[in-house]
Structure formats: structure tokens, C-alpha cells
């Protein structure tokens, strides 16, 4: 992304090279490498068990690397004093509860501990340190209220702000914001941001959570069996390929529609395959788009049936779910009118099918050739169901000729469908 | 907003404040209670006495006999209450740091066991052989030797989990019981001072057991402030203190040897005495809060104060052993502050 530009001095700030850790003969880490600029925010992300807390426990000194070298600024970590390495790197651990009643402003100023002796009383300056942690991240208001009675989240934004108060250039933090609630989890991840825009720290955080790491981390690092599976953008890292080849997991990834970040969620897992070799032999071929048909492949895949699908934008989620679904589908360029190849290949693929469904999309003069592979498939005696939900007229953009062919379609035999129940219906 | 920055340096006042009324506290208690025991000498008589020793008045009317009683019984008495207690209460408060857990005292990993054994067979194999020093120095052996083996089961590849640290405390003092019940059923001829050891007691006091003691205890107690906080921050996770700049198992290890050391420094001399490790830095805790840099010197203080009373008493009631009057006021205390804070985390 924008990496390129963080950079100072033309060198990456911390750099974690082929890093392998153990926990006595098992191997969690394995040639770990990567860098981090001041200024960024790294994601780090991984299904449990990947090795995310093991990796920022070998970051934070915690845990030893047995191979491998992690760089501040250029300087080996591991030669550093222990109060020298606090000063530089500071960690919010995943568990903070505290049981003993100090005061909000107690907890914080244990955060000068590195920079203070063992007999050294804080200063006015320790407290102004303190005070501007505090109000960096929203917190000076319960100075002093005592840690104990605090909810989770402000005991978080405390704990961070004690951290910053070790003046690090490193910010580890294991999974900043799981159990807090949504307003937390924003004011958290925001104030993360603030410290890498305006602080120029290094934030490198566990987050579980994929969407809000792929709202506010510069970079992501998925991690999956103690490797680095891919590092990159959130574009790069977090597609549903890869998130079902760490996670396990079905996902659709979108493009939020506000902030246009990744946008991943879930997508059910399939119903039981009823009578799958029967179901099976019939083909069902969609014109969708828009993510129209998106429910529909869903459910007919559920079925059994075979299922293809044409033509849709790349990007689309209609695409991005016959993807998942393994569903052949005739795809074109985002935001291209339907070429001569698609239109051809389309038509080859609704030909194949048994029947021929029209789903609910609108029509542009891009599109407009989906309408004919419709009206070729009742030329050739196909059954054609074709959905209606949304008057034609309101989703007609070619000055009427859409509407026209539309409706010409319903008189010539196709038959009208509200929803996916009466798809199956038809079918039978 | 300036104020939650006036009042931390307010805090540093109310410490201050804090150790000045203790101190204070404590200068009364020993003259008041130099006046408690079978012969009453009034407080006047001994204030005048004190005086006089430091040159700063006439004492001529009070009899001599009094001098004796106040200076070489109840004054030695009453310095070893505050060493014994001040011992305690620092290693309590250092474990219950070290482990996080409000339950432990300096007896529990195996100190206590430890030392009685040595004890009991001292005063059942070999009695005042040598000398009237045998029994603490075989207890000392005993409480350190204890230590030593629960510390080398507990630690693992060089690290120590303190949970497992515990465990093993409980399963070797349960062990040493073993011994202990096996010598005083078998073996031994001296029931009654055997028991008197165990609840501890001052009726031996000396001087020459003060001047020994006060040098192994005030050195453990100014080493085991240095790491004041350390403690603090091992509050927060062993982990986040890592990352703060404490060397975790280097202080872990300092920390158990010394409030090992000075815990058996403590009963060596005066059998086991119980509660005071446990009760003391609670209140502590109460009165100046959970900052070990003022927890370590005040629970000290208020160690010395109780022990000095609690003796006075045990004085009065015809040298009871001084352990059945901590226990007795101790175990009664600490569940009406377990009640008390029912509602804080802390105790659950």
C-alpha cells in the first residue's frame, strides 16, 4: 500500500528475520519474516493455534527465538538490557485484569518503570508523561478511579496508556479488542490508528476480528500453522481462498459500501445434498449479476443440482459466490459491457443447461445481451423461469427496450417466479 | 484538570503521614507494654528509666530490681516481637506479591514445617547438647533446607511456574507434618516443649538473640525492598512486567530465597508463630493500599506493633504461647475482613 512512503531512511524499522520458535520441542514458529515501519499498523491474523500470541511473545523478548534475529532500527533486540528493551518495546497483554485496587494513574505510571530507578520516586514530569498517555487515549478521566472497578474496556484504554507511557517505538498489543463491546472495539482500534498516523509508532496487534483488521491495519499478516500464509494489503490477504485455506471457513469478501475496506462474511455452510445423483443431473443455468442470484446458486447447490452462471462482473458477488460454490460461470471485466466471447460463451453454457433462470437484475446497455442468451433458450423449447419481484420498468436503463423484450419473454412462455421456493417448485 | 496529579503527590504525603503515625504508634506500644507483665511497672517509671540510660535525667527513686525486669527481660522481649513481627509481615506481604494470591504466607512453602522439624528433633535428640542455641540454629537448618527442596522440585528448566511452586510447598509441608507427628509420637520425651516451639513464644528472649537476629532481618528487609517495584508490576502478569523491564525469574528466585531467609531467621528463635505473615499485610493493604514501596515499610511496622501486643498479652495470661493469641484474634479478624470485602475481586 502506502508502505513504500513510511519508510525512513530508506529502512524498515523492525525487521523479524527468520524468526523459529519453540515451546520445548514443538515447533510454533517457523522462518518468520517480515518488517514494520514507523508509522504503520500491522494486523496480525491467523485461525487459533497459528501462532499469533507466540509470534508477539517472541517480539516482546517473552519467549527466545531458538533461530533468528529480530531488528529495531537495525540493532539485534536480544543485546539489549532489559530496562534499554522496555524502553523501546512495550506490550498489552491479552488478559488484564488486575486484583489489587490501584488507582487508574497507579497502573499507568508503572508504565516509567524503565526509566526510573528502583528506589526513584515519579517526578512531575513521570506524571506529565502519564497524563498525556491517558489523554491520548481517552482515559484521564479515571485517574483516580481505582483499576478494579473499571469495565473491560476502559480497563483497556488504561493499559494502553501505560504502555505508552514506557515512550516505546514498538506497540505490541495481543487482541486489543475481544470482549468488548462495538463502541470499544472502534475507539480502541481508531486510537491504534492515531498512535501509527500521529505518534509514528510501530502497532503491531493480534485482532481476530477480520473486518476490523481489514478497516484500520496498514498491512495484515496471516499467519496458519506458525507460517506466514501471505503479508501484504487486505486486498491481498484477505480473500475467501485464503481465509478457507487457514480458517476453514466459507467467506464472501465485498467492498464495504461506506469505506470500501474488505468486507468478509460468512456464507452458510451447505444444507445435506439430497439425493444428490438424482438432483444432479439436471443443470440449472443463471443469468444474474448484481448479486442476484447469489441466494438462489446457494440454495439450488444445496439441492444438488448442477448449477452455472453468466455472465457476471469479476468482483461481483455473484462471481465471488459461484466461485465458492464451484459454480461455471462466464465472467467479464468489472464495469465492461458484455463482449462477443462472453456473450458466446454464454451462451454455449445456458444451451447446456435443462433450464434457464432470469434473475431479478437490471438491465444497462452492457448487459442487454444476457437478455438475448434468455430469449435464445425458449427458441430452443428450454424452460425459462424468469424472476419479477422488481417491476421492469424500474430496472429498465436502455429507454425501454429491456421492458419491452422483457415482457415479450413472459408472453412467449417463460414462466414467472416470486422466490427460491417457487424455483424448486418449477423444477420438479 | 490538575487535580488527579495534586493528589498523587498527596499520596506520597499520606505515606509519609502514614509512617510517622506508626512509628509514633509504635514508640507507645513499646512503652506501654514494658509495662504489662506479672510485676506492673508504670509507664512514668519507665520513660524516666529510658531516660536515665540515655543519660537525659535521675533515676534514683526508682528500686533496681525494676531496671532488671525492664532491661533484661521485657525490653529484649519486646525487640525481638519487632523483629519477629516486622520478619513475618514483609515475607507475607512478599508472596502474597510474588504469587498473586491473598492466601499465601511465609509458611507456605514449607518454612514452617521445615523449621519445626529441625526444631523437634533438636529438642528430642539432642537436648541442650550443645548449647541453648541448638534449637534455633537446628530450626533455621530445618526452615532453609525446606526451601531449598520445595524450590528445586517446583523449578523447571530454570524457570519457576508459580502455581506449581505451591503445590509443591503444600505437598512437602504435609510430608514434614509426617515427620513432625512421627518424632512427637515415637521419639520424643519433651511433649510440652515441643508444642510451645510450634505455637512460638518469647519467653526465651535475649539480648544476645536480638543482636543476632536484627542483622540477617533488617539485610533480607532492605533487599526485599529494593525489589518494591518489581512486586508492583508482577502484579500486572509475569509477562507484562517482562516487557516492562523486570527480569521476572531473576526476581522470582531473589525474592523466595530471601523471604525464605528472613522467615527463618524469625522462628528459629521463637517456634512458628502463625497468622502474623498472613493478616498483616491485609490490613496493610486496607490502611495504605497495594504500592509495595509503602506496603513493605508500614506492614513491617504494623508486624512489630501487633507481635508486641499480642506477647503482652500472652505475658498476662501466664506465658501462653503467643501463637494461640494470633491465631485467636487473627483467624477471627480475617474473616470478618473476608466479609467485609466480599464484594471485591480481590478475595475471590
Known amino acids: ?99 489489587f485496587d490501584f488507582s487508574a494513574l497507579d497502573i499507568v505510571l508503572i508504565g516509567r518503570n524503565p526509566h526510573l530507578g528502583r528506589l526513584e520516586l515519579e517526578t512531575e514530569k513521570d506524571i506529565e508523561i502519564a497524563r498525556r498517555s491517558m489523554e491520548l487515549t481517552n482515559c484521564w478521566r479515571l485517574a483516580e478511579r481505582p483499576i478494579t472497578e473499571l469495565s473491560g474496556g476502559e480497563r483497556q484504554l488504561v493499559i494502553i496508556a501505560r504502555a505508552l507511557t514506557q515512550e516505546p517505538k514498538v506497540l505490541l498489543l495481543d487482541e486489543p479488542t475481544s470482549h468488548l463491546d462495538i463502541k ?18 510501530i502497532v503491531i496487534a493480534v485482532i481476530h476480528d477480520l473486518n476490523l483488521a481489514a478497516r484500520y491495519c496498514d498491512r495484515l499478516v496471516l499467519l496458519h500453522e506458525g507460517k506466514i500464509i501471505t503479508l501484504g494489503t487486505q486486498t491481498q490477504v484477505l480473500t475467501a481462498e485464503n481465509i478457507k485455506n487457514t480458517f476453514g471457513a466459507s467467506v464472501i469478501v465485498k467492498k464495504h459500501v461506506l469505506t470500501n475496506q474488505c468486507y468478509v462474511s460468512p456464507v452458510p455452510s451447505p444444507l445435506k445434498h439430497e439425493n444428490k445423483n438424482e438432483a444432479g443431473r439436471v443443470t440449472i443455468h443463471l443469468i444474474c449479476g448484481g448479486g442476484e442470484g447469489a441466494s438462489l446458486m446457494h440454495v439450488l447447490a444445496a439441492k444438488g443440482y448442477s448449477v452455472t452462471a453468466g455472465v457476471v462482473n469479476l468482483l461481483d458477488t455473484d462471481y465471488e459466490v459461484a466461485k465458492l460454490l464451484n459454480i461455471p460461470v462466464v465472467a467479464e471485466a468489472p464495469f465492461s459491457p458484455i463482449t462477443q466471447e462472453a456473450f458466446q460463451a454464454h451462451l454455449t453454457l445456458a444451451d447446456k443447461a435443462n433450464m434457464v433462470v432470469l434473475c431479478n437484475i437490471p438491465f444497462g446497455s452492457g448487459n442487454l445481451k444476457n437478455l438475448e442468451v434468455a430469449e ?23 429507454n425501454g427496450e429491456a421492458a419491452k423484450r422483457f415482457i415479450a419473454l413472459k408472453t412467449k412462455g417463460a414462466l414467472t417466479v416470486k422466490n427460491e421456493e417457487e424455483v424448486l417448485k418449477a423444477i420438479k | ?122 529438642i528430642s ?54 515427620v513432625l507427628s512421627f518424632m512427637m509420637y515415637r521419639v520424643s520425651h519433651d511433649l510440652a516443649g515441643i508444642f510451645f516451639w510450634l505455637m ?36 500486572l502478569g509475569e509477562e507484562s512486567a517482562q516487557t516492562l523491564g523486570i527480569n521476572v525469574e531473576a526476581a522470582k528466585k531473589i525474592l523466595l530465597i530471601l523471604s525464605a531467609f528472613i522467615t527463618a531467621a524469625a522462628v528459629s528463635f521463637v517456634g512458628t508463630i502463625g497468622f502474623v505473615g498472613l493478616i498483616i499485610p491485609h490490613i496493610t493493604r486496607i490502611l495504605v493500599g497495594p504500592d509495595h514501596r509503602i506496603l513493605f515499610p508500614a506492614s513491617a511496622l504494623v508486624g512489630g506493633i501487633f507481635l508486641v501486643w499480642t506477647d503482652a498479652l500472652a505475658r498476662v495470661l501466664g506465658e501462653m504461647p503467643v501463637g494461640i493469641i494470633t491465631a485467636f484474634f487473627g483467624a477471627p479478624f480475617f474473616i470478618y475482613l473476608l466479609k467485609k470485602r466480599k464484594g471485591s475481586k480481590y478475595y475471590v
Open chain 1, 376 to 398: 435464445a433458450a425458449l427458441k430452443r423449447k428450454k424452460a425459462l423461469l424468469v424472476f419479477d419481484t422488481t417491476n421492469i420498468e424500474k430496472r429498465d436503463f436502455t
Open chain 1, 184 to 201: 470499544y472495539q472502534i475507539e480502541i482500534m481508531k486510537l491504534l490508528k492515531r498512535l501509527t498516523t500521529e505518534e509514528k509508532l
Open chain 2, 125 to 178: 535428640l539432642l537436648p541442650h547438647f550443645f548449647s541453648i542455641y541448638t534449637t534455633p540454629f537446628m530450626a533455621f537448618l530445618g526452615a532453609v533446607f525446606a526451601t531449598f527442596l520445595v524450590y528445586t522440585i517446583a523449578q523447571t528448566g530454570g524457570r519457576i511456574a508459580v502455581d506449581t511452586l505451591l503445590l509443591t510447598g503444600i505437598a512437602v509441608s504435609l510430608f514434614l507434618s509426617a
Open chain 2, 200 to 235: 512460638g513464644g518469647f519467653w526465651l528472649a535475649s539480648w544476645a538473640q536480638v543482636e543476632i537476629a536484627i542483622l540477617p532481618i533488617f539485610v533480607c528487609f532492605f533487599l526485599i525492598y529494593m525489589f518494591a517495584k518489581d512486586l508492583n508490576a508482577m502484579l
Open chain 1, 1 to 99: 500500500m502506502c508502505s513504500n512512503s513510511l519508510k525512513i531512511n530508506g529502512k524498515m524499522s523492525l525487521e523479524i528475520k527468520d524468526v523459529d520458535a519453540h515451546y520445548g520441542s514443538t515447533k510454533i514458529l517457523d522462518s518468520i519474516n517480515f518488517s514494520a515501519s514507523h508509522g504503520e499498523l500491522m494486523g496480525i491474523i491467523g485461525p487459533n493455534g497459528s501462532g499469533k500470541t507466540t509470534l508477539l511473545r517472541t517480539i516482546s523478548r517473552i519467549l527466545k527465538p531458538k533461530v533468528g534475529t529480530i531488528l529495531l532500527e537495525g540493532r539485534d533486540v536480544q543485546g539489549m538490557k532489559d530496562k534499554e528493551f522496555s524502553r523501546n518495546f512495550a506490550a498489552v497483554p491479552q488478559d488484564t485484569t488486575i486484583n
Open chain 2, 1 to 122: 484538570m490538575v487535580k488527579p496529579k495534586t493528589a498523587y503527590f498527596n499520596k506520597f504525603i499520606h505515606w509519609k503521614m502514614m509512617m510517622i503515625y506508626l512509628v509514633a504508634i509504635l514508640c507507645v506500644s513499646i512503652v506501654l507494654t514494658t509495662a504489662i507483665g506479672p510485676v506492673y511497672v508504670s509507664p512514668l517509671d519507665i520513660i524516666a528509666l529510658l531516660g536515665s540510660k540515655l543519660h537525659l535525667c535521675e533515676t534514683a527513686s526508682i528500686p533496681h530490681k525494676y531496671e532488671t525486669i525492664i532491661f533484661q527481660i521485657r525490653l529484649p522481649r519486646i525487640f525481638l516481637g519487632l523483629l519477629v513481627g516486622l520478619a513475618l509481615a514483609t515475607a507475607g506481604t512478599t508472596l502474597q506479591g510474588l504469587f498473586k494470591n491473598p492466601m499465601a504466607d511465609p509458611y507456605i512453602i514449607g518454612i514452617a514445617s521445615g523449621a519445626a522439624v529441625g526444631a523437634v528433633m533438636s
